[in-house]
């Protein structure tokens, strides 16, 4: 099956600070990703749309000053957190979709953790 | 208000019997309903995918059911394993064509030997 890839698996950093995480499908290209954060015994929330060449639609209540997307290039995307504080702690989740369509499977990359200390 | 929920409680089953998972959805109308696997820290693994005039879909010890009446979806692990042991999540897309996936809560299975 598809592959997609997170990197860093896991990141620590001081409040305030920018954290940078990247996306990648590595055996197909993706016009579209998606970013879901995943909190503790909780599930999937989606964040954001990630649009190959375009700007990314967020979700309500997400700031999309504060988690940054860019969608560079066919497989590739990456969400930055900017100016990260513990609250923005968590298991952030990206997901692409194959050039079959929307409406098949979506592959999900191993996640990232967040811990903003 | 439209929810997705499956029962947060843990099921405890023995070695070879068969799990049954339950989706229940209110206030959608999806075109499709999927089920993932999720291991700890790790992201969700596809499983299976049922359309809306589909009643049942199989791959090898899974089946998944679903009813649009009932508004409800049903998980089923036959013959199972130790290995089967994570939480089970199911999704939909409200709008069934954007992609954008709704994730139920998790059900975690634990499956004694």
């Known amino acids: 099956g598809a592959v997609v890839s997170q990197h860093p698996s896991w990141v620590i950093c001081k409040s305030g600070t920018s954290v940078k995480i990247e996306c990648r499908s590595l055996?197909?290209?993706?016009?579209?990703m998606f970013w879901y954060r995943q909190f503790p015994k909780q599930s999937l929330m989606l964040m954001a749309t990630?649009?190959?060449?375009?700007?990314?639609?967020?979700e309500q209540g997400v700031e999309k000053d504060k988690f940054l997307i860019n969608h560079a290039s066919l497989t590739l995307s990456t969400l930055t957190v900017t100016s990260a504080h513990p609250e923005d702690s968590s298991f952030y989740i990206c997901?692409?979709?194959?050039?079959?369509?929307?409406?098949?499977?979506?592959?999900f990359g191993p996640g990232t953790r967040l811990l903003v200390l | 208000s439209q929810k997705i929920e499956q029962n947060s409680e843990a099921l405890n089953i023995q070695e070879g019997k068969t799990a049954t998972l339950t989706c229940n959805y209110t206030?959608?109308?999806?075109?499709?309903l999927q089920w993932y696997r999720q291991d700890p820290g790790r992201g969700p693994v596809f499983l299976l995918l049922?359309?809306?005039?589909?009643k049942e879909k199989r791959k090898e010890r899974l089946k998944v059911t679903f009813d649009t009446t009932l508004k409800q979806s049903l998980f089923h692990i036959t013959a199972s394993q130790p290995a089967d042991s994570a939480t089970y999540l199911c999704?939909?897309?409200?709008?069934?064509?954007?992609?954008?996936?709704?994730f139920g809560q998790g059900t975690t299975l634990q499956v004694k030997p």
């Open positions: 997901s692409a979709v194959t050039p079959r369509g929307i409406q098949e499977t979506q592959y």
């Open positions: 055996d197909f290209q993706a016009t579209t």
């Open positions: 049922i359309r809306e005039n589909e």
């Open positions: 990630s649009n190959e060449g375009s700007k990314a639609t967020y």
């Open positions: 999704a939909l897309d409200p709008s069934s064509n954007t992609g954008k996936l709704i």
């Open positions: 206030n959608y109308s999806p075109a499709y």
